[in-house]
């Protein structure tokens, strides 16, 4: 069975730091491509970063792009997400999804997702 | 705000038919890139519904259907059933943004 949990949320101060993890397994980690995609309170999904199998290719949303780092470990099964110089808009539940294996040839899809972590950036 | 926009809310008595659009343009759904929808249940993480326009998942009833024409998709739910009761987002590409992915603006389906 599949599973993905992530870990690391909680309360930090504005211009804070904070490191997600989310520990995989069920699957064959090394092989799939993930991402991270998080929902403000009361709002909408927003994808916010992608790494590859590799994690030689990595994207990430404009909104965060110079303040948050996707790394993995294939070793450890893991996805992390450094976010740096936290704002009160980062405030929402992130969520690692892995994406589709690409068969089929469609555009990737998430197939499966977390449970989520709550970040909450307030002073 | 999102490139792709659906209705804030639909409802429907048990029993009947609602359909969800995901409105595009021709930098997403209307250049050929697949949409994909998305239900997430209360305070729950969301689940793929469907995938590539129209296909189901294994596990998903086949009372949830998609479909994709020009630059909109749609997702159909029949016979309406209490636990379909939750935000529906359909997802996909846009080549005029930087984002690798993109998410519609989310419906809230009720169940009267």
């Known amino acids: 069975e599949v599973q993905l949990v992530e870990s690391g949320g909680g309360l930090v101060q504005p211009g804070g730091s904070l490191r997600l993890s989310c520990a995989a397994s069920g699957f064959t980690f090394s092989s799939y491509e993930m991402n991270w995609v998080r929902q403000a309170p009361g709002k909408g999904l927003e994808w916010v970063s992608y790494?590859?199998?590799?994690?030689?290719?990595?994207y990430y949303a404009d909104s965060v792009k110079g303040r948050f780092t996707i790394s993995r470990d294939n070793a450890k099964n893991s996805l992390y997400l450094q976010m740096n110089s936290l704002r009160a808009e980062d405030t929402a539940v992130y969520y690692c999804a892995r994406e589709s294996d690409g068969s089929g040839s469609y555009l990737p899809y998430f197939d499966y997702w977390g449970q989520g972590t709550l970040v909450t950036v307030s002073s | 705000q999102s490139v792709l926009t659906q209705p804030p809310s639909v409802s429907g008595a048990p029993g009947q038919r609602v359909t969800i659009s995901c409105t595009g343009s021709?930098?997403?759904?209307?250049?050929?890139?697949?949409v994909h929808w998305y239900q997430q249940l209360p305070g729950t993480a969301p689940k793929l519904l469907i995938y590539?326009?129209?296909n189901r998942p294994s596990g998903v009833p086949d009372r949830f259907s998609g479909s994709k024409s020009g630059t909109s998709a749609s997702l159909a739910i029949t016979g309406l059933q209490a636990e379909d009761e939750a935000d529906y987002y359909c997802?996909?590409?846009?080549?005029?943004?930087?984002?690798?992915?993109?998410f519609g603006t989310g419906t809230k389906v009720t169940v009267l």
């Open positions: 021709s930098s997403n759904i209307g250049a050929g890139y697949d």
């Open positions: 590539g326009n129209s």
């Open positions: 790494i590859s199998s590799s994690g030689s290719t990595i």
């Open positions: 997802q996909s590409y846009d080549s005029s943004l930087s984002a690798r992915y993109v």
